[in-house]
């Protein structure tokens, strides 16, 4: 069973057009996440949503939009592909525990990532 | 800003060695936590240990154990008997404790392991 599972793996579209990826964790956790990863491998957080109300956004164009039909799914939606854009998405999902940190439970599961190629 | 460097772009390690790869991180928060993460060629990310900043004792997960210097501000992840799947990319991470789950990384270091 795969825990935190996003489709497409890969996705190749033209400049201009509007693509969604989609994601669903059978975790239960409450938390789930996008991140990006650049040609450089750099990972950098975009977005984080707990159960289904948004709590960061980071600096990022109002192309994206993150839409969270209920706590275990987030899609992410891109109008407008720029060249720029192409890069590997990840969503993810943690357990934030009530208590606070300090033992690592909040760990991210990550999906296996979407190759977003824009010619 | 938080920040998380690691300054080894990449290593080489023979199988059955001992490899330390480096991470030092900058935060004047006082809670925080710190992890690594393995990220082999098929791409995925894979969780491999913990360390949280009021933590006495190093981390340890099987092989892999976590080098943490407080006042150094440095988590190193030390991977003993080295394996030939051991060759991956390997990210070091940073949490607030006001912000958990949120994930500042490092740029990566990329271990290659030869028989």
């Known amino acids: 069973d795969t825990a935190v599972s996003q489709t497409p793996k890969y996705l190749v579209t033209q400049m201009g057009n509007d693509k969604s990826i989609k994601c669903e964790q059978n975790?239960?956790?409450?938390?789930m996440y996008w991140y990006k990863q650049d040609s450089k491998k750099f990972l950098k957080i975009m977005f984080s949503y707990n159960n289904k109300e948004l709590i960061i956004n980071e600096t990022v164009p109002n192309r994206f939009s993150p839409k969270s039909p209920d706590k275990a799914h987030l899609n992410l939606h891109i109008n407008s592909l720029e060249l720029g854009d192409s890069a590997v998405y990840f969503c993810?999902?943690?357990?934030?525990?009530?208590?606070?940190?300090?033992?690592?439970?909040?760990?991210?599961?990550f999906g296996s990532g979407t190759q977003l190629s824009v010619l | 800003a938080q920040k998380i460097t690691q300054t080894q772009p990449g290593m080489f390690v023979q199988e059955k060695e001992a490899v330390t790869l480096d991470c030092t991180y900058d935060?004047?928060?006082?809670?925080?936590?710190l992890f690594w993460y393995k990220q082999p060629s098929s791409g995925e990310m894979i969780f491999l240990i913990y360390q949280g900043s009021y933590d006495e004792q190093n981390a340890t997960e099987g092989r892999y154990s976590l080098n943490f210097q407080k006042a150094r501000k440095s988590a190193n992840l030390v991977i003993s008997a080295s394996q030939l799947g051991d060759s991956a990319m390997y990210f070091c991470a940073m949490e607030r404790g006001s912000t958990l789950g949120r994930l500042y990384f490092g740029r990566g270091t990329q271990l290659t392991v030869w028989p």
């Open positions: 993810a999902s943690s357990q934030i525990p009530l208590g606070g940190g300090g033992s690592g439970e909040e760990k991210l599961f």
């Open positions: 975790l239960g956790h409450d938390t």
């Open positions: 935060t004047s928060d006082q809670s925080y936590g």
